[in-house]
């Protein structure tokens, strides 16, 4: 067992010395820096979607879409508060488009997601494809392509955002800027990536150096498909229930380079096993009703709720109604530098 470092007059006086070089002692920090299992700020919270609705319908009466570029709340982890961070790689907010918005069009390094939480035929376009958005949907904005958003309906649209806002920060690679046209021109027709790449066959001479899918809009109708014909074979899996990973087509990885993408399903009166992993997690019901023990807190959620599960926290869930869960998190990151671990509870 490492013992505590001792101070002393001299050891002081020393590290008075060095300081004023820009140097430190490792010794005096080395338990802070690399620690026997994860340690994070991030803390375990539920956001009520009503409550974030209300404020968000406020919002909307104080600012205008195009002033703000983008009308969001930000969900701000409790133990990260100032930040702008849900978990300590990602960032987390609730976008309102209402009536006769425009967000105008703009690109940035950050990859960002989209997951629609209510509201049908609002629309969002992406590198010139136009696609309308319905509850459930999987949107994906790709780094550096241009993205404007609109409502042409008589109804507000609600989605939350998912981007690597404080992984881009951190690496400083952060660039971004507006276009000249509050709308950029619809150069192909809707749903034309997914005609392309979303059949399980592609283009013969498709060629890319992105690692993002060329799938913008995963449709929740095809993934409740998915889920409902995986269902029949009755195989759950103990800690997640059934739970399937949004893919590119072309490479078979995540969809996203830096966002992991995943949706479950939890049939009523289902409570998976103890299970934890180092990828901190958002998740949004949006079917069903149930409660989510992390650590030892218990949250009652249901559709639209949105709650975060720090790295490493043991997580149990379980299912009043029969449950569909979207979830992010830094998986892909965390793998591909061979930093993921993950732990299900033998008891």
Same mark, same amino acid.
């Given at each position: 067992m490492t013992q505590a470092v001792q101070k002393t007059p001299e050891r002081e006086a020393f590290y008075r010395k060095i300081d004023g070089q820009n140097l430190s002692a490792l010794w005096n920090v080395l338990g802070d820096l690399v620690t026997p299992q994860p340690k994070s700020a991030c803390r375990a919270h539920i956001w009520q979607f009503d409550a974030i609705r209300s404020y968000m319908m406020e919002a909307g009466q104080l600012i205008t879409a195009k002033e703000a570029e983008r009308r969001v709340?930000?969900?701000? !982890?409790? &133990?990260?508060?100032?930040?702008?961070?849900?978990?300590?790689?990602?960032?987390? &907010?609730?976008?309102?488009?209402?009536?006769?918005?425009?967000?105008?069009?703009?690109?940035?390094?950050?990859?960002?997601?989209?997951?629609?939480?209510?509201?049908?035929?609002?629309?969002?376009?992406?590198? &010139?494809?136009?696609? !309308?958005?319905?509850? &459930?949907?999987?949107?994906?904005?790709?780094?550096?392509?241009?993205?404007?958003?609109?409502n042409e309906t008589s109804e507000p649209m609600f989605w939350l955002?998912?981007?690597?806002?404080?992984?881009?920060?951190?690496?400083?690679?952060?660039?971004?800027?507006?276009? !000249?046209?509050?709308?950029?021109?619809?150069?192909?027709?809707?749903?034309?990536?997914?005609a392309r790449y979303g059949k399980n066959l592609l283009p013969v001479d498709h060629r890319t150096s992105s690692r993002t899918s060329p799938v913008f809009n995963y449709p929740y109708a095809y993934t409740r498909e998915a889920l409902e014909a995986a269902k029949r074979t009755e195989e759950w899996d103990p800690c997640h229930g059934l739970k399937l990973r949004y893919t590119n087509p072309v490479s078979g990885d995540f969809a996203m380079p830096t966002i992991g993408t995943f949706m479950q399903l939890l049939p009523k009166g289902f409570r998976t096993a103890r299970y934890r992993s180092t990828d901190a997690t958002v998740m949004v019901p949006i079917e069903g009703r149930g409660r989510s023990r992390i650590g030892d807190q218990t949250f009652e959620w249901g559709p639209r709720d949105i709650f975060v599960i720090p790295s490493w926290a043991w997580v149990t869930h379980e299912a009043d109604q029969e449950a569909v869960l979207f979830s992010f998190s830094d998986r892909p990151v965390q793998q591909k530098l061979d930093l993921f671990r993950e732990h299900r509870d033998a008891a």
């Open positions: 709340l930000i969900l701000e !982890n409790p &133990g990260l508060r100032g930040e702008s961070k849900v978990t300590t790689s990602l960032y987390a &907010g609730v976008q309102l488009v209402t009536p006769g918005d425009v967000a105008p069009a703009h690109r940035h390094t950050q990859s960002a997601l989209r997951f629609i939480l209510e509201g049908k035929g609002a629309y969002t376009t992406v590198a &010139g494809e136009r696609t !309308n958005m319905e509850p &459930g949907d999987f949107v994906i904005t790709p780094s550096m392509a241009w993205h404007d958003h609109g955002d998912g981007l690597d806002i404080p992984l881009v920060q951190f690496l400083d690679a952060s660039f971004a800027e507006s276009a !000249n046209d509050e709308q950029q021109a619809v150069s192909r027709p809707s749903g034309d990536s997914y």
